[in-house]
């Protein structure tokens, strides 16, 4: 499997439920980040989390970090229509400095039916 | 601040035609990378470039494909005698920190 392997690949759920997604890597990292995509578009940034840190919120995500296993995972809480898009994690390798050459997995395709 | 400028968003090209994608980045960005991304994949990094500089270009193929930065003016990524492999999303971003801000791409079709 490759760096920053997301699963599951596709996941559909109702609206108001929560969505959890899972990336496993295989080298040490400074950081890890979540990404959105939607469809036909870039992507847009979400969160970052260090390699020192457990577990980050911002809104309506929750980002764990486990260093130990060398995954993380993503949970959105309260899910909207609006939700439904790709999501990729993103690791930066330790000691690479370059921020711009990170390395992404496949990504989740999460639904979210109204 | 516009963001990250990609243009054009769909490109058709045939075979053995030269692609053209350009790139601008975000006001005050001096770094730009470009990403290709194909059907139902993640994105992989093909080149990192700051202005005038070629910083890391361990992604992308050593022939046909080459990129620059200038002075003044957009980023372009050339593809010369193009393939339908070469069909695929190319994604530029650009940074602040180590987040990274991309463009909305530009989807190479070669027929």
């Known amino acids: 499997s490759q760096q920053g392997e997301e699963d599951p690949q596709a996941l559909s759920i109702q609206e108001g439920e929560n969505a959890t997604m899972n990336c496993s890597y295989k080298?040490?990292?400074?950081?890890l980040q979540w990404y959105r995509q939607n469809s036909g578009r870039g992507l847009v940034h979400l969160i970052l989390?260090?390699?020192?840190?457990r577990e980050k919120h911002s809104g309506r995500l929750r980002v764990t970090l486990d260093t130990s296993k060398k995954s993380s995972s993503l949970l959105i809480t309260a899910s909207r229509a609006a939700d439904t898009a790709s999501y990729f994690c993103?690791?930066?390798?330790?000691?690479?400095?370059?921020?711009?050459?990170?390395?992404f997995g496949d990504g989740t395709t999460l639904t979210v039916k109204p | 601040n516009a963001g990250v400028m990609q243009n054009p968003r769909h490109l058709v090209r045939r075979r053995g035609q030269e692609a053209r994608l350009r790139c601008s980045p975000m006001?005050?960005?001096?770094?730009v990378y470009w990403y290709r991304q194909l059907p139902e994949e993640g994105l992989k990094f093909m080149v990192y470039?700051?202005?005038?500089?070629?910083?890391?270009e361990s992604g992308m193929p050593k022939e046909r494909f080459s990129a620059e930065f200038p002075k003044e003016g957009p980023s372009i990524l050339r593809i010369q005698q193009v393939v339908r492999g070469d069909s695929a999303a190319y994604f530029c971003?650009?940074?602040?920190?180590?987040?990274?801000?991309f463009g909305s791409g530009t989807q190479l079709s070669v027929l």
């Open positions: 971003a650009s940074s602040r920190g180590e987040k990274l801000f």
């Open positions: 080298t040490s990292i400074n950081n």
């Open positions: 989390i260090r390699s020192n840190e």
């Open positions: 993103a690791t930066d390798a330790g000691g690479n400095t370059n921020a711009g050459k990170s390395t």
């Open positions: 006001k005050g960005h001096s770094h």
């Open positions: 470039l700051q202005k005038e500089n070629i910083i890391d």
